[in-house]
C-alpha cells in the first residue's frame, strides 16, 4: 500500500472535508422525518426531538452489535423517560419503520439495477432487489400477525432473573396493545404508505450521495449511478454484518473491490483514503449521538405522559362521543 499516496490525497480534500458532515445529516433528517409521519399528526414528538433521538440511537446502533436492536432500544428509553409516547406506541412505530426500511432499501436497489452499466450486473442486482422486497412484505405479514405477544411468550419461557421477570409482567398489558397498533398500520391504504417509504429511499439514496462525494473529492471520477450499482448492496452487506459494529472491515472490503473493477487509478490508495474519511465521518456522528444521548433534553420539550396513537389508528366504539351514557359538553 502506497501510504504517501494516501497522504497525498487526504491532504488535497482540504477544507472540503467538512462537506463530508453534510450528508448524513440529512440522512437523519429525512428518516425523523419518515419516522414522525408513523404518528398521529397532532400528538406526533417534535421533529427537534425525533432528529435529537435518531442522532443518539444510530450512534448506539453503529458501535454495539445488535442488529440496531440497541439503537431501538435506546429510541424507546428516550421517548418514554420524555414522556413523548407510550411503551406500546413506540414499539409499534419502530416495528413499521424496520418493515418500510426494508422495503426502502429494495426500492433503491430496483433503481440501482435498472442503472448499471451490464447486463450481468442488472440481473444480479434485479435479484437481490427482489428478495430484499419480498423480506419486507413477509417482514409486514408478520407484523400483522401479534409479533409483540409472541415474544412475550418467548421471553416468558425464559429463564430470566427474576426483577426482569417481574418488570415483563408489568408490561403485559402493552404487548397487545403493540400488535393492536402494528394491525391498524398495516391496514392503511398502501398509497398512504408510499410518502415514509419514499423517505427511506432518499436516505439510501443520500448515502450513495455521500460515497459519491467522499471520491469526487479524492479525485475519483465516478458517476452517481456508478457509485449507486454498489453502494446499495454493500449497504445490505452491513446490515447483515450486524455482528460487526459499523460494518467494519466488511463492508471495506466491499468498497476495495468495486473500486478495482470500476478501474479508478490507484484503486488501492483511494481506497484506503476513502475509508479512512468514512470512518472518521462516522466517528465524529457517533460522538454527537453519544453526546446528544447524554445531554437529555429541555425540560421545555417534556410533555405530561398521555396515549398517543399511530396515525392510522381509528377512534374506537367505546370512545364515541354519541355514545350510550358518555359524558357530554
Not at 420524555?82 to 433503491?108: P, Y
Not at 419480498?134 to 408478520?142: D, K, R, T, W
Not at 411468550?153 to 426482569?164: E, G, I, K, N
Request: charged fraction near 15%; glycine fraction near 8%.
Amino acid at each position: 500500500m502506497d501510504f504517501p499516496e494516501i497522504a497525498r490525497l487526504l491532504q488535497g480534500v482540504g477544507p472540503a472535508g467538512v462537506l463530508l458532515l453534510a450528508p448524513y445529516a440529512l440522512m437523519l433528517s429525512l428518516d425523523s422525518l419518515a419516522w414522525g409521519l408513523l404518528f398521529n399528526p397532532r400528538q406526533r414528538p417534535s421533529l427537534r426531538t425525533l432528529l435529537v433521538t435518531r442522532a443518539a440511537t444510530e450512534s448506539v446502533a453503529q458501535s454495539l452489535p445488535s442488529a440496531g436492536v440497541a439503537g431501538d432500544a435506546a429510541a424507546l428509553w428516550r421517548l418514554a423517560a420524555l414522556g413523548r409516547v407510550q411503551t406500546d406506541v413506540v414499539l409499534a412505530t419502530l416495528a413499521a419503520r424496520r418493515v418500510l426500511l426494508i422495503i426502502g432499501h429494495g426500492s433503491t436497489l430496483v433503481l440501482a439495477a435498472l442503472v448499471a452499466a451490464s447486463p450481468m450486473h442488472r440481473l444480479m442486482l434485479g435479484l437481490v432487489a427482489t428478495l430484499v422486497l419480498a423480506a419486507g412484505l413477509a417482514a409486514g405479514a408478520v407484523a400483522r400477525s401479534s409479533p409483540a405477544m409472541r415474544t412475550h411468550r418467548v421471553l416468558r419461557r425464559m429463564p430470566l432473573p427474576s426483577a426482569l421477570q417481574a418488570r415483563i409482567a408489568a408490561l403485559n398489558g402493552r404487548f397487545p396493545e403493540t400488535d393492536r397498533h402494528l394491525r391498524r398500520f398495516f391496514a392503511e391504504p398502501g398509497q398512504r404508505l408510499l410518502a415514509p417509504t419514499f423517505l427511506f429511499c432518499l436516505v439510501y439514496l443520500a448515502e450513495s450521495f455521500e460515497t459519491w462525494l467522499i471520491l469526487a473529492l479524492l479525485g475519483a471520477r465516478l458517476g452517481f449511478s456508478e457509485v449507486l450499482t454498489f453502494e446499495a448492496p454493500l449497504s445490505l452487506v452491513r446490515a447483515l454484518a450486524f455482528f460487526v459494529p459499523a460494518g467494519l472491515g466488511v463492508q471495506d472490503l466491499g468498497y476495495l473491490g468495486f473500486l478495482g473493477l470500476l478501474g479508478v487509478p490507484h484503486a488501492a490508495s483511494v481506497g484506503a483514503a476513502f475509508l479512512v474519511l468514512k470512518r472518521a465521518k462516522e466517528v465524529f456522528w457517533i460522538l454527537v449521538g453519544y453526546a446528544a444521548l447524554a445531554a437529555g433534553e429541555d425540560e421545555s420539550e417534556r410533555v405530561t405522559p398521555r396515549s398517543l396513537h399511530l396515525r392510522v389508528a381509528q377512534p374506537d366504539h367505546a370512545d364515541a362521543s354519541d355514545r350510550p351514557g358518555a359524558a357530554r359538553a
